[in-house]
């Protein structure tokens, strides 16, 4: 089943560090980032992840959950979080599940060969458990800026609605 803005997210339950359970339901209530990246411990991907990591508190004021997610295993996810110093949950999805749920997995050409890739992505999603706003493909720089912009203008959306 595909996700759709403005649409639940589909069930899903994955593992994530600190021992947790994420599923499509455990944040009900809570503003979510989903975002996925191809490696842990790889330039673009440690860059992004520091990001996300200096404007961790800025997300937590603003009502949001972080997590990053990819297709590494726990020991590299608890690796990759203790050496950059992650406040936030990294989620292991070796078997692939939400990468193709969320559709994220491409074919990319590395050194001339295809392979099975993740594109980077993010995806937000509402109080309501709805999916707000999806970016795929996206480029480092600039870009959990962008998000954090998101986030509080839907936390101002839901004052304006109360």
């Known amino acids: 089943m595909a996700i759709v803005v403005n649409k639940p997210l589909p069930e899903f339950e ?5 021992g947790i359970k994420v599923s499509n339901t455990s944040h009900t209530g809570q503003i979510l980032i989903l975002y996925f ?15 996300f990591r ?3 508190k800025d997300f937590v004021k603003a009502g949001a ?6 297709r590494d295993n726990m020991n ?7 050496k950059l110093e992650l406040p936030f949950e990294l989620i292991a ?5 939400m990468c193709h749920m969320f559709g994220v997995v491409k074919n990319k050409i590395m050194y001339g060969k ?6 980077r992505s993010t995806f937000l999603v509402g109080a309501d458990g ?15 800026d962008e998000v954090l912009a998101a986030v509080k203008a839907m936390k101002t959306q839901d004052k304006k609605v109360a």
């Open 54 to 56: 200096d404007k961790y």
């Open 93 to 97: 999805d070796t078997e692939e599940k």
């Open 76 to 82: 590299s996810h608890n690796d990759f979080k203790g």
């Open 130 to 144: 709805l999916l707000a706003q999806e970016w795929r493909g996206l480029k480092v720089p600039g870009h959990v």
């Open 14 to 18: 994955a593992n994530a560090t600190g």
């Open 114 to 119: 295809k392979v099975k890739g993740i594109e």
């Open 65 to 70: 959950t972080v997590f990053g997610v990819s």
């Open 37 to 51: 990246y191809p490696k842990d411990n790889t330039p673009g991907c440690t860059t992004e992840a520091m990001q």
